[in-house]
T-cell receptor, first 112, second 113 residues
Framework: AQRVTQPEKLLSVFKGAPVELKCNYS??????LFWYVQYSRQRLQLLLR??SRESIKGFTADLNKGETSFHLKKPFAQEEDSAMYYCALSGKGEAAGNKLTFGGGTRVLVKP | NAGVMQNPRHLVRRRGQEARLRCSPMKGHSHVYWYRQLPEEGLKFMVYLQKENIIDESGMPKERFSAEFPKEGPSILRIQQVVRGDSAAYFCASSPGRVGEAFFGQGTRLTVV
């Protein structure tokens, strides 16, 4: 069975400090991994997907197949990064579609 | 493009009543996904539909829950004889095909009293 684990429910950091959100997964195969973000009173939106290997809003995430992890990192957190972050997994290929398995979410609070 | 529209945003039902949640996908999107988020938990997949077809309903409870996505009109998630445990936020997402980014609606918060 596929599973996504986000061990931290809340991360509180000061503005300018580095932030790392942990995500571990279990999946028998090669999954696609995503990070979604939900800002206050807004809808869930895609932040990053591992296949695109890009940096969005200063965030990066590297897929580590050996450790089955997809941690999200930003070297200098900003107050506008305060939000709920969800790690998600999808099976590869058209059959899986966009059926996503989500972690429980991590709330990030960036203090001034 | 208005994005994925869900209504109502908030729905209160008494135990035993029916709840109907609607999702209008983004223009040009023919694939719809429903997710449920219980308090203090992540989103859980319920059902994946394409126009007039259920592709994957592996996350749907066996009883009282049904979903449809007709040729015309929004996708409907229907919960019959609601119980307190059905209280949750229900999110809909749509995508243009089986692959490609899925866009989420703002959710419907169902409260069963």
């Amino acid at each position: 069975a596929q599973r996504v684990t986000q061990p931290e429910k809340l991360l509180s950091v000061f503005k300018g400090a580095p932030v790392e959100l942990k995500c571990n997964y279990s999946y028998s195969g090669s999954p696609e991994l995503f990070w979604y973000v939900q800002y206050s009173r807004q809808r869930l939106q895609l932040l990053l997907r591992h296949i695109s290997r890009e940096s969005i809003k200063g965030f990066t995430a590297d897929l580590n197949k050996g450790e089955t992890s997809f941690h999200l990192k930003k070297p200098f957190a900003q107050e506008e990064d305060s939000a709920m972050y969800y790690c998600a997994l999808s099976g590869k290929g058209e059959a899986a579609g966009n059926k996503l398995t989500f972690g429980g979410g991590t709330r990030v609070l960036v203090k001034p | 493009n208005a994005g994925v529209m869900q209504n109502p945003r908030h729905l209160v039902r008494r135990r035993g009543q029916e709840a109907r949640l609607r999702c209008s996908p983004m223009k040009g999107h023919s694939h719809v996904y429903w997710y449920r988020q219980l308090p203090e938990e992540g989103l859980k997949f319920m059902v994946y539909l394409q126009k007039e077809n259920i592709i994957d309903e592996s996350g749907m409870p066996k009883e009282r829950f049904s979903a449809e996505f007709p040729k015309e009109g929004p996708s409907i998630l229907r919960i019959q004889q609601v119980v307190r445990g059905d209280s949750a936020a229900y999110f809909c997402a749509s995508s243009p095909g089986r692959v490609g980014e899925a866009f989420f609606g703002q959710g419907t918060r169902l409260t069963v009293v």
